[in-house]
């Protein structure tokens, strides 16, 4: 369990209730009472969670989502009460852009943005002298050269340069030789979940901001796939999920995996350590004013509706690394 805006409820025999305007979780003779002021999001990780109505209904009326994870991390199901922005004009400003082609500009700039951070990212590990080559130029220039036909080849590229040297950083008995979503070694395993859990994040204040999470420039539209929700997590993956993944193994942390799945008790850790990566204090490259991450995120979400409506340029974004 966390305590921090993000709470996660895991274990077997695990009550999630309500009493008195608080939530109340009940494992076995322990108790602990929540604040709805104190939480933005429920995430339930465990299938042997129950949850009650009237929790329920305590979170829709404080406008606190619910996430349910499966043992990959993924969503399952959600439950959420949106009080969503223009979202009949957002959304038709979306699909119009996917169909007049204008949609390849925001996915550029999608994919530029990820680019920067990565070389951003190896740029802080060479300073600190954990890598001593200069690869994060070769991402730089990448990011420049994106255009509307070699958009995926360009991020391949740079993925390729990117992970060779996360590899150099980790320590040798992970197994990692880069990044895989099939791997079975404990790191990519661990950035399978951990990206799960963002893009529920993603997914929130896109719908808050009223655009379809279904509906993207980059991924291909799939049935049940949130396209749009994996197109704008690219800029965040960096600054939220490796930076902290990265740190979290130098550290000595070893995922315990069974049937190639983490192990619950892991899977809290995980889940705690990136929602505290959201609410690191960050800088933009453009904007000198702090924030945590989950409010950049927050704030590049309502900024895409927005260019979009206006037709105005979106600019992604970017830490001061």
């Given amino acids: 369990m966390s305590s921090l805006r993000t709470f996660v409820v895991t274990g077997y025999g695990v009550k999630l209730s309500a009493k008195k305007?608080?939530?109340?979780?009940?494992?076995?003779?322990?108790?602990?009472?929540?604040?709805?002021?104190?939480?933005?999001?429920?995430?339930?990780?465990?299938?042997?969670?129950?949850?009650?109505?009237?929790?329920?209904?305590?979170?829709?009326?404080?406008?606190?989502?619910?996430?349910?994870?499966?043992?990959?991390?993924?969503?399952?199901?959600?439950?959420?009460?949106?009080?969503?922005?223009?979202?009949?004009?957002?959304?038709?400003?979306?699909?119009?852009?996917?169909?007049?082609?204008?949609?390849?500009k925001i996915a550029i700039e999608f994919v530029r943005s990820k680019l920067l951070n990565q070389a951003g990212f190896l740029r802080s590990l060479r300073r600190r002298g954990l890598l001593s080559n200069n690869d994060y130029l070769e991402i730089e220039e990448l990011s420049k050269r994106i255009e509307p036909g070699n958009i995926l080849k360009i991020e391949a590229e740079a993925a390729h340069i990117y992970w060779q040297n996360i590899a150099l950083v980790l320590p040798r008995d992970i197994g990692f030789g880069g990044r895989d979503h099939d791997a079975e070694d404990p790191f990519n395993i661990s950035l399978n979940y951990s990206y799960a859990v963002l893009y529920g994040v993603c997914w929130r204040y896109l719908v808050l901001a009223g655009l379809d999470p279904y509906a993207g420039f980059l991924h291909k539209d799939r049935?049940?796939?949130?396209?749009?929700?994996?197109?704008?997590?690219?800029?965040?993956?960096?600054?939220?999920?490796?930076?902290?993944?990265?740190?979290?193994?130098?550290?000595?942390?070893?995922?315990?995996?069974?049937?190639?799945?983490?192990?619950?008790?892991?899977?809290?850790?995980?889940?705690?350590?990136?929602?505290?990566?959201?609410?690191?204090?960050?800088?933009?490259?453009?904007?000198?004013?702090?924030?945590?991450?989950?409010?950049?995120?927050?704030?590049?979400?309502?900024?895409?509706?927005?260019?979009?409506?206006?037709?105005?340029?979106?600019?992604?974004?970017?830490?001061?690394?």
């Fill in 21 to 104: 305007d608080s939530f109340l979780v009940t494992d076995g003779s322990k108790r602990l009472r929540i604040s709805p002021s104190d939480v933005d999001q429920l995430i339930i990780a465990s299938g042997g969670v129950a949850i009650t109505s009237r929790a329920i209904r305590l979170a829709m009326r404080h406008g606190i989502d619910i996430v349910f994870l499966d043992s990959r991390g993924d969503p399952w199901a959600r439950i959420f009460m949106s009080v969503p922005t223009a979202t009949v004009s957002s959304r038709r400003a979306q699909y119009q852009a996917y169909l007049s082609g204008e949609g390849s």
């Fill in 223 to 321: 049935s049940g796939k949130e396209s749009l929700v994996y197109d704008f997590s690219e800029m965040f993956k960096v600054s939220v999920v490796d930076r902290a993944l990265v740190e979290l193994f130098r550290s000595g942390f070893r995922p315990r995996i069974t049937g190639g799945l983490i192990e619950r008790i892991d899977r809290g850790q995980i889940i705690s350590r990136i929602t505290e990566s959201l609410n690191r204090v960050i800088r933009e490259e453009n904007d000198h004013n702090p924030k945590t991450l989950e409010q950049a995120i927050r704030v590049y979400a309502i900024k895409l509706a927005s260019s979009l409506r206006e037709g105005s340029s979106f600019r992604g974004f970017v830490e001061k690394w």
